[in-house]
């Protein structure tokens, strides 16, 4: 069976052509972009590929043994298609995808027993995976070891995702840390709410309020790590990490793939592990939410890229509820070291330098992980209310007025946090809540010369604008604005 036609073979044969050449150039993330256009061009084009739409690129294996006894069988385009999957695997090989690589390799040398190319690349892929198994591949090690390790933290809203943050560069003295932080909001207070970071040993801070790092902004993300290694190439230092905070609204997949879809970012940084916090007491309320069709759960997603996972808040439910959580916890993620604590207070060895991430493994749960056509679509319905006015708050009615929120709709509340001025009160009052659970205390003195500018911000599920900035203008003593 021939292919269709010339101008359909010089495509696949052109998208393949510059695959090889990206790879012989270290574009491998843009390698694998065109190999799989490569792939959906010839599959197109094979009435027995185009029967089974997407097996080429998902399931290479199970076409060939549908295939192989199949009346509508391949014929001399089995070559052209192993040589495809070569291409592939050879890409994959050289971003740290051994096992899928190996299972491309396998059908390939299925189709064409004898070709020369398939059998090198798989005795050079088992070779790799040996070394890998034993942790002799000192090549690897050393050139993995000259890269920065990137951390990258999630959880969703009000899991303790910055009081780990905090830990860990309390904890890590001596080591040098840059952090990006994303904050879903329209406002950015987390500054005013938390310990600076340069007090506790950040190297270098990058802050991204303008949208979620795992969509709007991934752009950004590049250029902040960018920014990162220039400005360690500059100085002469060795930087010891990186850590990403990402928002509580955030799919960690995207922000994974950064590490492998810029050249600059994949030559010079390597992806330690996702390292994701839940809260014990609201967890599987978030796990179990429906969603609109096409929106992802991030609750979810979180969970399942997760290379270990913080049961935060235990002291918040009893055994039982703790044992009923890691029962659904194991369904979405059966791998990932679970540590329980309280106050996310953690062994840094736990969750820093563990080389949790696996390639290997996304690419079991999430065939597609490597392409670059992933949107990811928040739920419309969830969004943020931003409040910063000037005046001073009445402490008996900015109480009365958060309880009764927070009883009413508390449950479609995810996270409230704010920094506010009481009246009679020198101190800057801090408050967070997480659903309906509330807490607040005065913190830092207000400087003489700075304004006392109230500013709050809440994020949650259909929340009406108005009547949050009524209510909360309702507690004010004084207040000058319209």
């Known amino acids: 069976m021939a292919l269709s036609c010339a101008v359909s073979c010089d495509e696949w044969r052109e998208k393949q052509a510059a695959a090889v050449n990206a790879c012989e150039e270290a574009r491998y993330f843009e390698a694998v972009q065109l190999i799989n256009s490569a792939l959906e061009a010839f599959e197109a084009q094979v009435p027995a590929a185009k029967d089974r739409p997407g097996q080429l690129l998902t399931e290479p294996q199970r076409f060939v043994e549908e295939t192989k006894n199949s009346s509508n069988s391949l014929g001399e385009a089995a070559e052209h298609l192993a040589d495809l999957w070569a291409t592939r695997a050879d890409i ?80 890590t003295h001596g080591k040098r840390f840059a952090v990006i932080e994303n904050e879903f909001g329209e406002i950015g207070i987390d500054d005013k709410l938390i310990a600076r970071r340069e007090d506790l040993g950040a190297e270098q801070i990058i802050e991204m309020n303008n949208g979620c790092i795992c969509c709007t902004v991934r752009g950004d993300l590049i250029q902040g790590l960018r920014s990162i290694l220039k400005k360690t190439a500059l100085d002469g230092n060795k930087l010891d990490g990186v850590i990403i905070e990402t928002t509580g609204l955030a799919d960690p997949a995207p922000v994974a793939q950064t590490f492998f879809a810029d050249d600059l970012i994949q030559a010079r940084m390597t992806l330690d592990g996702i390292i994701t916090v839940v809260d014990a007491k609201h967890c599987l309320q978030h796990l179990r939410e429906e969603k609109p069709e096409g929106v992802e759960n991030e609750a979810v997603e979180q969970l399942a890229f997760a290379d270990r996972i913080i049961v935060n ?51 079991e749960s999430d065939t597609e992980f490597l392409k670059d056509d992933q949107d990811h679509q928040h739920d419309q319905s969830v969004s943020s209310v931003g409040i910063e006015c000037p005046g001073e708050c009445d402490q008996e009615k900015l109480n009365i007025w958060i309880a009764t929120l927070l009883r009413e709709r508390g449950v479609d509340i995810f996270r409230t946090k704010g920094v506010l001025a009481v009246k009679g009160c020198n101190q800057r009052f801090v408050f967070q809540g997480i659903h309906m659970i509330f807490g607040g205390q005065p913190q830092d003195d207000w400087p003489e010369e700075e304004e006392r500018v109230n500013r709050l911000i809440f994020i949650g599920r259909n929340l009406d604008r108005e009547e949050l900035q009524r209510g909360f203008r309702s507690t004010l003593v004084t207040y000058i604005g319209p």
Do not use: W
């Open 92 to 171: 994959l090989m050289n971003l740290g995808g051994l096992k899928r690589a190996s299972t491309e390799l396998a059908a390939a040398l299925e189709l064409a027993p004898e070709a020369k190319r398939v059998k090198e690349l798989q005795a050079e892929c088992k070779k790799l995976e040996k070394y890998q198994e034993e942790g002799i591949a000192e090549d690897a090690l050393a050139a993995s070891q000259s890269k920065v390790p990137a951390h990258i933290l999630t959880g969703f809203l009000g899991s303790g995702k910055t009081t780990l943050l905090n830990h860990i560069l309390r904890e």
């Open 313 to 363: 808040k235990t002291d918040l439910v009893d055994a039982a509820e703790l044992e009923g959580l890691t029962y659904e916890v194991r369904k979405i993620n059966a791998v990932a070291p679970m540590i329980y604590t309280q106050n996310s207070k953690v062994a840094v060895d736990e969750i820093i330098g563990i080389r949790g991430f696996s390639l290997d493994r996304v690419l």
